[in-house]
């Protein structure tokens, strides 16, 4: 009986993810087995492709060091946030939160200024006489993953502080008078409790990093053109929905693997984490 | 009782149809899809006094090319009474078969149209505007002029130019003119006019999709150089008062932009009224004078100031190279790889 009234009151919530997510992703991913040619034909043929292999490698590595980078400068951030005077904490959670009150176009065309031939950057090395011309520095991967962790540290921030204000004062303290210094509390202590946060923040800034669009293809163009620049490219320029379909499958298939695979490293690191 | 009953509601019912009437014909509406560029003045010069013509709300669909036709391909060819867009993409609609012949005994403003405007693309759509692909340049950045399609591959251009994408109406018009450069037909002989798209590269910085993306590489100072139509010429000398339309020895391209009715269109007669009033000589000289649209209405008569921004006039038009969108489409797909391969690596 009691496990009715939960599949009953369960029911609209499986509904709407039925409707929204589940049977909208699998009507896309369908549009590849059925293609002219084989049931797997699109997918060889995406591999087959250098080019194709390289915008997939590409999007992989600048979402991984974006998700690195942004977990080193988010710990860092939180940890201090979250051990500041409250007054302090909540002046320093403002200013954290503040670049996610305006929009993902905005603030990836802020970086269009600071990195321009003529930006804010190139201006003030040219002004120090670091440099004697301009600097290319937009259209580069560098310039992409500037941005992105700009973008998306905000989220990572805000998920540790929440973590890391849960870990007790008197772990802390209990670490330091057995003789742990500052640096091995961190480790061995906050970084193990902070593990389950890290996991979250990491897969948050992953899959916005691998499956951004705005930002690679203002920062980036055609030069470092990644998969939601390429999945654009294939549905709205070629008209090819079964490319752009498989382009999208594989994205799916990387992002659930690399969850996956992050779940699994925070079990081990943190049996809590699961 | 019963037989009042009755007569009552007949009253009152014919009181309802008679009120209705004039808000059914207003509730007809009529889908228009364009670019959405210089909305107020369509708004005012095309808009308003069609409506008045048709009795019916008129509703816009606004997006650039390829959106729009995508759009329109997914929802089976319904949706919108007339599209408006380049022809690289309007060739692409036929191909589809998402457009529908143009009957043009309903269309006569046809007959005064130039004759590369009058059947572009066989039955369907004509062409209600006219523009030139060519090169635009900051005169104050590039040291010596660019006066023709060669001077792209110039070495003292390494790093400042932007090509417009290979998806978008200019973009396989960069292989067509390296298929000249090497002495070949780019259909042909497409690893000949790919190796001098390679050769280009170096001079590349990056490649644009939208009019205003080239405009912002331009006034950021990141380019000295790009291929543009030009429409965008306005806006990009209000924004970067120095560049400059590059008057080339071979020639700019043409690019005419049709309105097509689609198959599914609801609205089949209005529609060719829209394109008969659109290309009215009235019309026409209305939109030039505005600052909107080239005409291609032969009995326009334009001063030469008002006809300084546009490609216009029996010389000028002839002068500019013609592209056939049939096997350029062909073999868009095969140019797409080998572009993304030379500057997506």
């Given at each position: 009986?009691?496990?009715?009234?939960?599949?009953?009151?369960?029911?609209?919530?499986?509904?709407?993810?039925?409707?929204?997510?589940i049977?909208?992703?699998?009507?896309?991913?369908?549009?590849?087995?059925?293609?002219?040619?084989?049931?797997?034909?699109?997918y060889?043929d995406?591999?087959?492709?250098?080019?194709?292999?390289?915008?997939?490698?590409?999007?992989?590595?600048?979402?991984?060091?974006?998700?690195?980078?942004?977990?080193?400068l988010?710990?860092?951030?939180?940890?201090?946030?979250?051990r500041?005077?409250?007054?302090?904490?909540?002046?320093?959670?403002?200013?954290?939160?503040?670049?996610?009150?305006?929009?993902?176009?905005?603030?990836?065309?802020?970086?269009?200024?600071?990195?321009g031939?003529?930006g804010?950057?190139?201006?003030?090395l040219e002004?120090?006489?670091?440099i004697?011309?301009?600097?290319?520095?937009?259209?580069?991967?560098?310039?992409?993953?500037?941005a992105?962790?700009?973008?998306?540290?905000?989220l990572?921030?805000?998920?540790?502080?929440?973590?890391?204000?849960?870990?007790?004062?008197?772990?802390?303290?209990?670490?330091?008078?057995?003789g742990?210094?500052?640096?091995?509390?961190f480790?061995?202590?906050?970084?193990?409790?902070?593990?389950?946060g890290?996991?979250?923040?990491a897969?948050?800034?992953?899959?916005?990093?691998?499956?951004?669009?705005?930002?690679?293809?203002?920062?980036?163009?055609?030069?470092q053109?990644?998969?939601?620049?390429?999945?654009?490219?294939?549905?709205?320029?070629?008209?090819?929905?079964?490319?752009?379909?498989?382009?999208?499958?594989?994205?799916?298939?990387v992002?659930?693997?690399?969850?996956?695979?992050?779940t699994?490293?925070?079990?081990?690191?943190?049996?809590?984490?699961? | 009782?019963?037989?009042?009953?009755?007569?009552?509601?007949?009253?009152?019912?014919?009181?309802?149809?008679?009120?209705?009437?004039?808000?059914?014909?207003q509730d007809?509406?009529?889908?228009?899809?364009?670019?959405?560029?210089?909305?107020?003045?369509?708004?005012?010069?095309?808009?308003e006094?069609?409506?008045e013509?048709?009795?019916?709300?008129?509703?816009?669909?606004?997006?650039?090319?390829?959106?729009?036709?995508?759009r329109?391909?997914l929802?089976?060819?319904?949706g919108?009474?007339v599209?408006?867009?380049?022809?690289?993409?309007?060739?692409?609609?036929?191909?589809?078969?998402l457009?529908q012949?143009?009957?043009?005994a309903?269309?006569?403003?046809?007959?005064?149209?130039?004759d590369?405007?009058?059947?572009p693309?066989?039955?369907?759509?004509?062409?209600?505007?006219i523009?030139?692909?060519?090169?635009?340049?900051?005169a104050?950045?590039?040291?010596?002029?660019?006066?023709?399609?060669?001077?792209?591959?110039r070495e003292?251009?390494?790093?400042?130019?932007?090509?417009?994408?290979?998806?978008?109406?200019?973009?396989?018009?960069?292989?067509?003119?390296?298929?000249?450069?090497?002495?070949?037909?780019?259909?042909?002989?497409?690893d000949?006019?790919?190796?001098?798209?390679?050769?280009?590269?170096p001079n590349?910085?990056?490649?644009?999709?939208t009019?205003?993306?080239?405009?912002n590489?331009?006034?950021?100072?990141?380019i000295?150089?790009?291929?543009?139509q030009?429409?965008?010429?306005?806006?990009?000398?209000a924004a970067?008062?120095?560049?400059?339309?590059?008057?080339?020895?071979d020639?700019?391209i043409?690019?005419?932009?049709?309105?097509?009715?689609?198959?599914?269109?609801?609205?089949?007669?209005?529609?060719?009224?829209?394109?008969?009033f659109?290309?009215?000589?009235?019309?026409?000289h209305?939109?030039?004078?505005?600052?909107v649209?080239?005409?291609?209405?032969?009995?326009?008569?334009?001063?030469?100031?008002?006809?300084?921004?546009?490609?216009?006039?029996?010389?000028?038009?002839?002068?500019?190279?013609r592209?056939?969108?049939?096997?350029?489409?062909?073999?868009?797909?095969?140019?797409?790889n080998?572009?993304?391969?030379?500057?997506?690596?």
């Amino acid at each position: 009986m009691k496990t009715l009234a939960g599949w009953i009151l369960s029911s609209p919530a499986t509904l709407a993810v039925s409707l929204f997510l589940i049977i909208p992703v699998a009507a896309t991913i369908s549009v590849t087995f059925t293609a002219p040619g084989g049931t797997f034909a699109p997918y060889v043929d995406f591999f087959s492709s250098g080019f194709q292999r390289t915008v997939l490698w590409r999007t992989f590595e600048i979402a991984a060091i974006t998700t690195v980078i942004s977990l080193i400068l988010g710990l860092l951030t939180a940890y201090v946030v979250s051990r500041s005077a409250p007054w302090m904490k909540s002046v320093l959670i403002v200013l954290a939160v503040f670049p996610l009150l305006t929009g993902v176009v905005v603030r990836s065309f802020a970086w269009l200024i600071i990195l321009g031939r003529n930006g804010v950057l190139n201006n003030s090395l040219e002004w120090l006489g670091v440099i004697e011309r301009p600097l290319s520095l937009l259209y580069t991967q560098t310039s992409v993953v500037l941005a992105l962790i700009y973008i998306f540290i905000p989220l990572m921030i805000l998920v540790l502080i929440g973590v890391l204000e849960n870990i007790p004062d008197d772990l802390l303290q209990a670490s330091a008078s057995l003789g742990a210094s500052p640096t091995r509390t961190f480790v061995q202590v906050v970084l193990p409790l902070a593990t389950p946060g890290l996991i979250v923040g990491a897969v948050l800034v992953f899959t916005a990093s691998f499956t951004s669009y705005a930002t690679p293809h203002l920062l980036g163009g055609t030069r470092q053109m990644t998969m939601g620049t390429f999945l654009h490219q294939r549905a709205m320029t070629s008209f090819d929905w079964t490319s752009a379909s498989t382009v999208a499958a594989i994205m799916v298939v990387v992002i659930v693997t690399t969850v996956l695979v992050m779940t699994r490293l925070a079990k081990r690191l943190n049996p809590m984490a699961s | 009782m019963k037989k009042l009953n009755i007569s009552r509601i007949a009253a009152v019912s014919s009181a309802a149809l008679l009120a209705a009437s004039p808000a059914l014909a207003q509730d007809r509406t009529f889908t228009v899809s364009w670019w959405g560029f210089n909305g107020d003045a369509l708004q005012e010069i095309i808009i308003e006094p069609f409506q008045e013509m048709c009795d019916c709300e008129v509703i816009f669909e606004t997006g650039n090319n390829s959106d729009r036709l995508s759009r329109l391909q997914l929802r089976g060819g319904e949706g919108v009474d007339v599209i408006y867009l380049t022809d690289r993409f309007s060739q692409l609609g036929i191909e589809l078969g998402l457009f529908q012949p143009i009957d043009r005994a309903q269309v006569p403003n046809i007959d005064e149209l130039y004759d590369l405007a009058q059947a572009p693309q066989g039955e369907y759509g004509p062409a209600y505007s006219i523009g030139r692909v060519g090169i635009v340049y900051n005169a104050d950045e590039v040291e010596s002029p660019i006066t023709s399609w060669d001077d792209l591959w110039r070495e003292d251009l390494q790093g400042s130019i932007s090509l417009p994408g290979i998806t978008t109406t200019a973009g396989p018009m960069v292989v067509l003119r390296a298929g000249a450069r090497a002495g070949v037909d780019a259909y042909e002989d497409p690893d000949a006019a790919f190796a001098e798209v390679a050769e280009l590269q170096p001079n590349v910085l990056t490649n644009y999709n939208t009019g205003s993306e080239m405009i912002n590489l331009f006034s950021t100072g990141e380019i000295t150089v790009s291929m543009a139509q030009d429409f965008a010429l306005g806006r990009l000398q209000a924004a970067v008062p120095s560049v400059v339309w590059a008057d080339l020895e071979d020639g700019a391209i043409a690019t005419l932009n049709t309105i097509n009715i689609p198959t599914g269109s609801e609205n089949v007669e209005l529609a060719h009224q829209f394109l008969n009033f659109v290309l009215s000589e009235e019309i026409q000289h209305t939109l030039a004078v505005r600052g909107v649209d080239a005409p291609v209405n032969a009995g326009v008569d334009l001063t030469e100031e008002e006809a300084a921004p546009w490609t216009y006039g029996d010389e000028m038009i002839s002068s500019l190279n013609r592209i056939d969108y049939v096997p350029l489409n062909a073999n868009l797909d095969e140019w797409i790889n080998r572009w993304n391969e030379i500057f997506g690596m």
